[in-house]
């Protein structure tokens, strides 16, 4: 993953200026998602995996109708709990409200295209190949390709 951190004076005047596609402070910090990035990503043709919050996703529908969105599950609250636990990096009340914020977010769940449930990271992995995968072969995807495939039969 590649995250690029800036003091909060520069990330303000980066939000003035319009350079992000969707931002947000949460839980004290701020975060947000690169327009350039995202949008040099695309240009090139490469896969672009950003791990955003809910309403973060709801922006970039917004912006890219063609993105895949996929809504990684925890396999239980209790599970998330002590995941949130075992890293020490957040105080009790702080590791409450974030399962707070976990449970309201499980709501949005069906407003994605796919899910996966992280249980098991080595399933959670090839899950997420799979559906990379699946998304490339779709005729859609395909179709410039066929129809130059088609031009340069015609023009023999």
């Not at 970039?60 to 949130?84: H, N």
């Not at 009340?93 to 990271?121: C, H, M, T, W």
Request: charged share 30%.
């Amino acid at each position: 993953m590649d995250y690029f951190y800036v003091s909060a004076e520069i990330f303000k005047r980066m939000i003035e200026e319009e350079q992000f596609v969707e931002w947000a402070q949460v839980h004290g910090h701020y975060y947000g998602t690169s327009r350039e990035f995202v949008n040099d990503k695309i240009v090139k043709g490469l896969d672009c995996l950003l791990d955003i919050d809910i309403s973060g996703a709801k922006i970039l529908k917004g912006v890219y109708a063609e993105g895949i969105f996929i809504f990684v599950i925890p396999p239980s609250l209790e599970e998330l709990k002590a995941r949130l636990s075992r890293r020490q990096t957040e105080k009790p009340d702080e590791i409450q409200l974030r399962l707070e914020n976990a449970v309201s977010e499980l709501g949005a769940f069906e407003e994605y295209q796919y899910s996966i449930v992280n249980d098991d990271f080595t399933r959670a992995v090839v899950e997420l190949n799979a559906i990379i995968l699946a998304e490339r072969c779709r005729l859609q995807r395909r179709q410039p390709f066929v129809r130059e495939l088609l031009a340069s039969h015609t023009h023999r």
